[in-house]
């Protein structure tokens, strides 16, 4: 469960979305430049809404009124950004581990899961440097689901990939969301993802949603 | 011709320790400015620049002047180390230390900060998400990612220590064993009849210790760029 009230000027550009939604996968779509990063920018915490309220899965990580604005690293919201930034300096092994070993508890998914469904298993002792820009980005969904996410945030995930490439990824998408069940905030604007994964569509136009908000 | 006297391998050694304690002393300061011009904004950010720079164009012999009213046994700061801590930097090798500490600070500082300004602040968002707090972040992101840029800096220090002779003489004076670096040995050599060769033996150990701080750091610097690939 998605609810969001957010305002936020960004130079010229301003943000005023508003939604709620229960689907395990909400997309939330648009042309670029629509807003759809700054909203995931803003449940994530990595921006500050100048006014308004966050609540993922029942707990508010935002509210402005109330003075309420959790840090990025206790919202348990894990982000796959568009340009996977795996960390340079360590294997795929120690990029998949970070949010565990972090945490310093088990995962609800063993590593081994994980490694098996998004075929990463013969990449694990190399640097992210060697690994194609598909290799990457299924590292960057592991990373995200080993690190016990709340809510995932996926920031166009494929849109850095060629058609062969998100073919190759978008099965792994797939099993992700129909074996796990973790709420998933997929931000696209391709038809094709958005079809395949989500059960509720946001659209945002000029920092606006023209769909979402229930009459 | 290199047959070292114990004079001279006292000096050598001397200079190596006194230049690696001064470098690894300042380093959590360098660090430490190096982030703060990097990264934050504060009143006083222009100050501390050019306070940090200061020891690099002032003519050494003011640094050493001040180092001497500041540190030393009388001096303000100097007499409070003295009586709480038992620091005592005035005609010490401790004080050699320090000189070549403040020297190589700008030196430090420039390099590190580079690499901070360099260090991809994405990666540090992405690590937060993961669910890393800042001090975190700043050890297994920033810090790593920053490790060229810090290297070459402990060794620009290193290499600029190797050659402090102005602040040291000024702060702690000549003394053999003491506050005699190799520097202020080959000054000393150049000050008496017949002390060409002794001059002379130690100059070619200045420049292969210099060559050699040099080398290493390239190597290093390469090695940490191929490990972390592309950022660096």
């Known amino acids: ?215 | 011709m290199f047959d070292f006297t114990g004079e001279e391998i006292d000096a050598i050694q001397l200079s190596l320790w006194v230049a690696s304690i001064g470098m690894l002393a300042s380093l959590p300061f360098g660090l430490l400015a190096a982030y703060a011009l990097a990264r934050w904004r504060f009143p006083g950010k222009l100050l501390l620049d050019g306070l940090v720079h200061l020891p690099l164009v002032m003519p050494p012999v003011v640094t050493g002047y001040l180092l001497l009213v500041l540190m030393g046994r009388r001096g303000p700061i100097g007499s409070f180390l003295d009586q709480h801590f038992g620091i005592v930097f005035s005609f010490r090798w401790t004080g050699a230390a320090l000189a070549c500490a403040v020297m190589g600070f700008p030196l430090m500082v420039r390099a590190i900060r580079l690499s901070f300004e360099a260090a991809d602040r994405r990666l540090e968002d992405a690590a937060r998400t993961l669910g890393a707090n800042g001090l975190i972040v700043f050890a297994t992101v920033t810090l790593p990612l920053a490790l060229p840029g810090i290297l070459a800096g402990m060794v620009l220090s290193f290499a600029k220590a190797l050659g402090e002779f102005g602040a040291t003489i000024t702060f702690v004076s000549n003394i053999p064993g003491e506050t005699r670096t190799l520097p202020a040995a080959i000054y000393t050599f150049t000050q008496v009849p017949g002390g060409d060769e002794g001059a002379m033996r130690l100059v070619v150990v200045a420049i292969l210790l210099s060559l050699a701080a040099l080398i290493v750091s390239e190597l290093l610097a390469r090695r940490v760029a191929l490990r972390i690939g592309g950022t660096a």
Do not use: C
């Not at chain 1, 509210?63 to 796959?80: D, L, T, Y």
């Not at chain 1, 973790?182 to 059960?199: F, G, N």
């Open chain 1, 1 to 215: 469960m998605i609810e969001l009230r957010v305002k936020k000027k960004l130079g010229d550009f301003q943000l005023d979305a508003e939604f709620t939604s229960d689907a395990t996968v909400t997309a939330l779509s648009g042309p670029s430049g629509s807003g759809k990063s700054s909203v995931i920018a803003a449940v994530s915490g990595l921006i500050r809404p100048d006014e308004g309220f966050i609540s993922l899965a029942g707990k508010t990580v935002f509210n402005s009124a109330k003075g309420i604005n959790v840090p990025v690293h206790q919202r348990g919201i894990r982000v796959v950004f568009q340009e996977s930034r795996l960390f340079p300096h360590l294997s795929v092994r120690w990029n998949l581990l970070y949010g565990l070993w972090l945490a310093g508890r088990k995962s609800r998914m063993s590593i081994e899961e994980i490694v098996s469904l998004l075929g990463i298993g013969h990449l694990l002792t190399r640097r992210p440097r060697t690994l194609s820009g598909g290799e990457r980005q299924r590292v960057a969904i592991g990373r995200a689901l080993l690190a016990n996410p709340q809510v995932l945030l996926l920031d166009e995930p494929l849109a850095s990939l060629d058609q062969d490439r998100k073919d190759e990824v978008l099965p792994y998408l797939r099993r992700l969301v129909s074996e796990t069940r973790i709420p998933i905030l997929y931000v696209s604007h391709q038809r094709d993802e958005i079809e395949a994964l989500a059960q509720r569509v946001i659209r945002l136009e000029n920092g606006k949603v023209v769909n979402g908000v229930p009459s």
